[in-house]
């Protein structure tokens, strides 16, 4: 099995550590040893563990940012795409996110990443704001509020009730198609 360990193994191994246990789990040793490997399979497919770390903010941003949007844009021929991507940002627990932004509390290079991921899910929701005819800087002002919900969502410590959480939701879709 070791000898069939590609990066991508690596990776999601990566993630599921750092949902579990944060960014210090983030090392060869204990990764290997949890996947049952020797740490000569990371070092295969990784330079060393900064490259790794990369590799794995480069996942979160495709998975956090980029299929969404791609996903949200799918959807929107179909669709007004502010409520598909409220409903899809607003529809689960963000541990990813949470353990991401822990990180960049500690790491410089987490830090910038995730600052360009907030850049750019920010002016990917002003430019669907825009798009609903909303001018540039109210849609810019709007963003950021819903942005900031987000945000608070993600961060907060316990889940609202799933009937809470639903009315909640819809009251922001109510608020986006204003």
Same mark, same amino acid.
């Given at each position: 099995?070791?000898?069939? @360990?590609? =990066? ?7 993630? !599921? ?8 789990? @983030?090392? =060869? +040793?204990?990764?290997? !040893? ?10 295969? $497919?990784? !330079?060393?563990?900064?490259?790794? $770390? ?11 940012? +980029? ?9 929107? !021929? $179909? +669709? ?5 991507? @409220? ?18 509390? $500690? ?34 002002a709007r963003a950021q509020i819903f942005y900031w919900a987000f945000l608070g969502f993600a961060l907060a410590d316990k889940p609202l009730p799933k009937a809470r959480q639903d009315a909640v939701l819809e009251e922001l ?6």
């Amino acid at each position: 099995m070791a000898d069939q @360990l590609s =990066a991508q193994d690596w990776i999601d191994q990566g993630i !599921k550590a750092l949902v579990r246990s944060g960014f210090t789990a @983030l090392k =060869a +040793e204990p990764l290997a !040893k949890a996947m049952g490997v020797s740490r000569g399979s990371f070092y295969w $497919h990784f !330079k060393d563990i900064d490259a790794f $770390h990369a590799a794995i903010l480069a996942r979160w941003r495709e998975v956090a940012a +980029e299929q969404i949007i791609a996903n949200v844009e799918a959807a929107s !021929k $179909h +669709e007004d795409p502010l409520p598909v991507l @409220l409903r899809r940002t607003f529809g689960g627990r963000p541990v990813l996110e949470v353990a991401v932004r822990s990180w960049a509390l $500690h790491d410089p290079v987490a830090r910038a990443a995730l600052q360009a991921l907030d850049r750019r899910r920010l002016n990917y929701v002003a430019d669907l704001f825009e798009r609903s005819g909303l001018a540039p800087d109210i849609a810019r002002a709007r963003a950021q509020i819903f942005y900031w919900a987000f945000l608070g969502f993600a961060l907060a410590d316990k889940p609202l009730p799933k009937a809470r959480q639903d009315a909640v939701l819809e009251e922001l879709i109510r608020m986006a198609l204003r």
